[in-house]
């Protein structure tokens, strides 16, 4: 069973960075690419950025594009997300989750098969 395990969440003002991790492990199974997501409260959840293992291509969603920072460690089976210049309205959950195979876009949380257990950005005004 695939386990992905998010840690670096925390509390910011405005204008603060944090950088998240998102750590795979267990299983057979072949990543192809890892995505970020987030979700505040009542609303959906969105896509934030998703990153592929092996070339690593990365995407954004627009509203973090030019702030926040895909990257990976292969050997460690990691992914981060630097996350700058952060807005209150960046406050939310965030999520890590896996993908199995090539998927068009990325963007859906549909298009993932792991999800890992969330971890709390708040930024402050």
């Known amino acids: 069973q695939v386990q992905l395990v998010e840690s670096g969440g925390g509390s910011v003002q405005a204008g603060g960075s944090l950088r998240l991790s998102c750590a795979a492990s267990?299983?057979?199974?072949?990543?192809?690419?890892m995505g970020w997501f987030r979700q505040a409260p009542g609303k959906e959840r969105e896509f934030v950025s998703a990153?592929?293992?092996?070339?690593?291509?990365?995407y954004y969603a627009e509203s973090v594009k030019g702030r926040f920072t895909a990257s990976r460690d292969n050997a460690k089976n990691t992914i981060y997300l630097q996350m700058n210049s952060l807005k209150p309205e960046d406050t939310a959950v965030y999520y890590c989750a896996a993908a199995g195979r090539y998927r068009p876009t990325y963007r859906r949380p549909g298009e993932y098969d792991y999800w890992g257990q969330g971890t709390q950005v708040t930024v402050s005004s």
């Open positions: 990153i592929t293992w092996s070339g690593g291509n990365q």
């Open positions: 267990g299983g057979t199974f072949s990543r192809n690419a």
